[in-house]
């Protein structure tokens, strides 16, 4: 690939603690690849906390709030109160019409979730997730809900236990056709998907029908393996959410053959419990832990695997991952840990997808709508549509295999950079920053620059407000002749005093528009240059 | 001008972006910058990838077979009445008549069961394998884009200038196309709208060697190229027209053809555009348990069949037809054996549309082999490799030299004849040897074919649509010169026949149409 042989590549390839300097550098470092978008504020307490302290509380996932109903065709529970656990009418058009009362509030408690994380892997972990296994929302908003918690919940923990969870949850059994799956009619889709993208991954192919570590003779045996499970109680008036149900009379009891992949294993009739033998050979070839921390790799690190990386850091993360059996927070914590982390040639390796541009904007501003709970929802879902606009709709990955920012080489993450893309990015950018904002219940949810500026070292100082702003918004330090072109625009091309003089009356007068009016201005200009700025558009 | 609205809430499928970087070791791959020959000057390949797999059986179905695909796909299968009649052994989708006019009119062409060795069932390597016209799991380029990169080494360095200020593909949506990669760049350019404006402002930031500074020059280029691109195509969607009235608003795919009519006519030089249709990847409810003939795969052939029909209506009443043409492919077929969720899943080899004026009409190939016996997982075999599908249309349409197409394929290319016929006695330069003229054209019950040819044996053939032989008009060793040879035509049915002629020196084949 290319840009190993033209891009400097890492220096350090040590997978040992790190030693070197913890500075604003690398703490903001951590935080951007860890979250949607840290503030000033969380970077200089994570440079005073020190990495390891830092390190570990990121990792870590907090309790969240559920979503709640706000679309008046939420005829089941009361507008306020959550509908994760609510039945559906019996009318099946009633039905319908509550489904998509519940999609709208799913889709904004998860920009809401995005848009409030705490300093926490939380969110960037849970897309990984997403992006992991591909399923789009089912018809039962439920189902979709309780999958989204299925992967917060094993997030950090262990990954052979999540592999299970999510082959029998309802939302996979329907997405995947695991639900139609029977002894009579096998359906491969799941059993292919579960060995070349979740598990063991798909290597060349090396003989007909043959993968490197798996063949066609395991989608059919796996196919059969899986067989008998169905999902019942979607949308139903009685049952509080769908659930999957084994049937023995659907499922195939004959002995199934693996390859010689699996040492020539056999699966024998284990009924319900059948797919979790099988699952468990999968995971005793290591191939599986390989494949994993690779793709963990690709996307907290870099989507560049050198044969440097691939001989030097993945097999330490797979050891690791063995070692721990399938631990997943063993793995990152190293990985977070690490001299190689921290090397300069790999700041600014990734290209923001649209939602840490998005709220890699808004997050840092400390930009929450506190509107009511229906202003605050519609605006979610408005920005919900800008992500989808720049090409990243987060309950309905393009396919099984996720986002091809993530899997497609050599482009990788460039992919979130098309003509069209870009544009809409730009747009946005324009939207939220020196345009009317994005309009809700007759509020305009803006980035809020008061708040921004407010937030930095010393607000009053043109050259340290320049600064800050870009340890915030941009992955390396810029060059002096762009950080002049951005004061500028902070100082209207009047001396630096002048500035200080504009911010300190605004402080003086607080809730008078006459002076607060022009700071919010000189920064919002500011920023509107930053996020057109090649920079802001990596991490 | 139209104006476009600020969000879009399409999502339209992968592929690959422009990759930068400046100072890298380039050794062109051709010793000279080939030419285009002048008669491949302003012709547009469209392509339309059918993103999932989609199901052949279902869509060019072998009538012939029809007992066994009852016993292979009770549940899916077409009823026999409802599936259109296009000849005696295959028959189309029922939702297909804009595809099924399109083809008794001899602008379209079927390829059947084309794939290649060892079929690749992962939707993603298959796809990768079609978009790269290689099984080469190394190699990152698309087939178009190698062939770009020896006609345009550097790019995106420098592009675009005052030779070609437009872009060299573009892809309808938001996302490149993974056909036009390059080494260094995607020679395609994507846009949603040709109306859209694009005024972007751009940055000064540096590219210091690292992986920050390559997406630096990446992001910069892509500003730039978006910036002088886009008022291209402004100016050329501003210019161009569109004069049919069967396209459906509704339909994503017409809406998207006719803006790349509107490009085409307003004189924008690119030669590739991309579209895409997701949702192929039928493992269950691909029909209606209730009717077969409805449901999610009806739905998508009907947008397919609608839109190509309209375009190829308008191209005609733009006068453009001669420079355009078509092709859709997948990433693979389906097994031939439904599954219980009124579905199928992932097989092998499947059938390819060509569209246009100048494609060599008719069936290539025959049907796949439908048999009684249900075998697990079976697919349809390869017959024709997909990779000569594309060396074909880089030499029949695009006049590549083959001694250039050869090195972009890993394989020894076999031509198949798809997209010639509208190449013969139009151009000096490349002016087929054999010279071929069929006059009159349309003809009714005698015409003439004229023909050149050296001291040698030759064989000429009157050939239907399907590719069978109705007719010799010639098998015998002539004289070098001009010869004109009668041809009776009184026993040909109505419609458009090939005259294939065979020679030591080649093949060359001329379209001709019989009247009442």
Avoid at chain 1, 115 to 138: D, M, Q, R, Y
Avoid at chain 2, 80 to 108: C, Q, Y
Avoid at chain 2, 233 to 246: D, R, W
Avoid at chain 2, 293 to 313: I, N, P
Wanted: with cysteine; charged share 15%; aromatic share 10%.
């Amino acid at each position: 690939m290319l840009p190993d042989q033209s891009v400097d590549t890492p220096v350090s390839l040590s997978m040992a603690p790190f030693a070197g300097p913890w500075t604003k550098w690398e703490a903001a470092h951590l935080l951007k690849r860890t979250m949607f978008g840290p503030t000033n504020q969380q970077i200089l307490d994570a440079v005073a906390a020190g990495m390891n302290a830092t390190v570990a509380n990121v990792l870590q996932i907090p309790a969240i709030d559920q979503p709640l109903a706000f679309d008046a065709a939420e005829t089941i529970v009361p507008f306020g109160s959550t509908w994760v656990n609510a039945v559906y009418p019996s009318n099946a058009a009633q039905a319908q019409s509550v489904e998509t009362a519940r999609q709208l509030s799913l889709g904004a408690w998860i920009m809401k979730r995005l848009n409030t994380e705490p300093l926490s892997i939380a969110e960037k972990l849970c897309f990984f997730w997403v992006n992991h296994f591909g399923v789009t929302a089912i018809q039962d908003s439920r189902g979709t809900y309780n999958y989204h918690m299925l992967l917060r919940q094993h997030a950090l923990g262990n990954f052979k236990q999540m592999i299970k969870d999510v082959t029998i949850d309802p939302a996979m059994l329907l997405f995947l056709n695991g639900a139609t799956n029977t002894l009579y009619s096998p359906n491969e889709n799941y059993a292919r998907e579960l060995l070349e993208l979740f598990t063991i991954g798909k290597g060349p192919q090396i003989g007909p029908g043959d993968y490197s570590h798996y063949t066609e003779e395991d989608v059919a045996a796996g196919a059969k393996i899986l067989t008998g499970y169905i999902v019942e109680g979607l949308r139903s008036a009685t049952l509080t959410s769908p659930q999957s149900t084994f049937f023995p009379i659907l499922h195939d009891t004959t002995t199934k053959q693996l390859s010689y992949h699996f040492g020539n294993a056999t699966v024998a009739n284990n009924g319900a419990l059948e797919y979790s033998d099988y699952i468990d050979i999968i995971f005793q070839q290591d191939q599986v832990a390989t494949h994993i921390c690779t793709k963990l790799y690709r996307y907290f690190v870099n989507y560049d695997l050198t044969a440097d990386v691939e001989a030097n850091v993945i097999p330490i993360m797979v050891q690791t991952m063995i070692s721990n059996n399938y631990e997943i927070l063993p793995v990152l914590d190293e990985l977070f840990k690490s001299e190689h982390f921290y090397d300069i040639s790999l700041k600014g390796a990734v290209i923001r997808n649209p939602l840490e541009a998005i709220f890699g904007a808004f997050n840092p501003a400390e930009s929450v709508p506190n509107y009511d709970l229906t202003t605050n929802s519609n605006l979610y879902l408005l920005i919900y549509g800008f992500a989808q606009g720049q090409g990243l709709d987060y309950a309905t990955p393009p396919s099984v295999a996720g986002w091809t920012a993530y899997y497609l080489a050599p482009n990788f993450t460039k992919l979130w950079l098309s003509s069209s893309y870009i544009k809409n990015r730009f747009d946005f950018a324009t939207l939220v920053t020196i345009f009317t904002g994005i309009p809700s219940g007759g509020n305009n949810f803006k980035v809020n620059a008061l708040t921004l500026v407010d937030g930095l070292s010393i607000p009053s100082d043109a050259p340290t407000v320049i600064d800050d702003l870009c340890d915030v918004y941009c992955p390396k330090p810029i060059s002096a002749a762009q950080k002049l072109v951005l004061k500028n625009i902070l100082t209207n091309g009047l001396p630096d005093f002048e500035w200080t003089i504009q911010y300190n009356d605004y402080i003086a007068n607080p809730g008078n528009t006459t002076f607060s009016d022009p700071v919010r201005l000189r920064i919002e200009l500011v920023i509107n240059r930053i996020f057109k700025m090649p920079e802001f558009h990596t991490i | 001008m139209k104006r476009r609205s600020f969000v879009k809430n399409v999502s339209l499928a992968s592929a690959a972006a422009p990759f930068v970087l400046k100072d890298i070791n380039f050794q062109p791959i051709a010793k000279k910058l080939f030419n285009y020959s002048k008669m491949a000057e302003g012709r547009v390949l469209v392509i339309i990838r059918l993103n999932g797999g989609n199901d052949g059986l279902n869509t060019v179905i072998p009538v012939d077979q029809y007992a066994n695909l009852v016993v292979q796909r009770s549940n899916i299968v077409i009823p026999e009445t409802s599936i259109l009649p296009i000849t005696a052994e295959v028959g189309f989708h029922p939702v297909m008549t804009g595809m099924r006019n399109m083809f008794n009119d001899g602008k379209l062409s079927i390829i059947q069961n084309v794939g290649y060795p060892e079929q690749n069932r992962s939707h993603f390597r298959s796809m990768d394998i079609w978009t790269s016209g290689s099984m080469d799991i190394s190699e990152t380029r698309g087939w178009l884009g190698r062939d770009f990169d020896n006609h345009y080494p550097n790019y995106p360095n420098d592009y675009p200038n005052a030779t070609y200020p437009d872009p060299f593909a573009i892809s309808m949506g938001f996302e490149v196309s993974a056909t036009c990669q390059g080494l260094m760049g995607n020679f395609s350019h994507a846009i949603t709208d040709p109306f859209a404006s694009f005024n972007l402002a751009n940055g000064n930031a540096v590219n210091d060697g690292t992986y920050f500074g390559s997406h630096m020059e990446y992001i910069q280029t892509l500003i730039d190229q978006t910036n002088q691109y886009g008022d291209q195509i402004n100016a050329a969607a501003n210019a161009g027209n569109t004069l049919s009235t069967l396209y459906d608003d509704n339909n994503p795919i017409a809406v998207q053809l006719r803006y790349v009519a509107q490009m085409i006519s307003g004189g924008l030089q690119s030669k590739v555009y991309i579209l895409n249709i997701n949702g192929f990847d039928t493992h269950d409810a691909q029909v209606l348990m209730t009717d077969p003939t409805l449901g999610t795969h009806a739905d998508l052939l009907k947008t397919l069949s609608d839109a190509v029909e309209a375009f190829q209506d308008d191209l005609n009443l733009l006068g453009l037809e001669q420079k355009v043409a078509g092709m859709t492919f997948s990433e693979f077929g389906r097994q031939i054996a439904s599954n219980a969720s009124y579905g199928t899943d992932h097989g092998d080899a499947a059938p390819m549309f060509l569209f246009g004026a100048c494609i060599n009409s008719g069936i290539i190939g025959p049907n796949p082999t439908v048999t009684d016996q249900l075998v697990n997982q079976a697919g349809n075999e390869m017959m024709i490799d997909f990779r000569d599908v594309y060396a074909s249309i880089l030499k029949d349409w695009f006049q590549v030299d083959p001694v250039e197409i050869q090195p972009l394929f890993e394989h020894t290319i076999s031509y198949v004849d798809v997209l010639g016929a509208c190449n013969v006695g139009l151009d000096e330069e490349q002016k087929d040897e054999s010279n071929l003229l069929v006059y009159p054209n349309p003809a009714r019950s005698s015409a003439t074919l004229k023909l050149d040819c050296k001291d040698e044996w030759v064989k000429a053939e009157i050939c239907d649509l399907q590719g069978r032989s109705v007719g010799v008009v010639c098998d015998r060793q002539l004289t070098p010169g001009t010869h004109s040879i009668p041809m009776d035509i009184s026993h040909l049915s109505q419609g458009h026949y090939v005259i294939k002629v065979y020679k030591y020196s080649g093949i060359a084949s001329i379209k001709f149409q019989k009247l009442k």
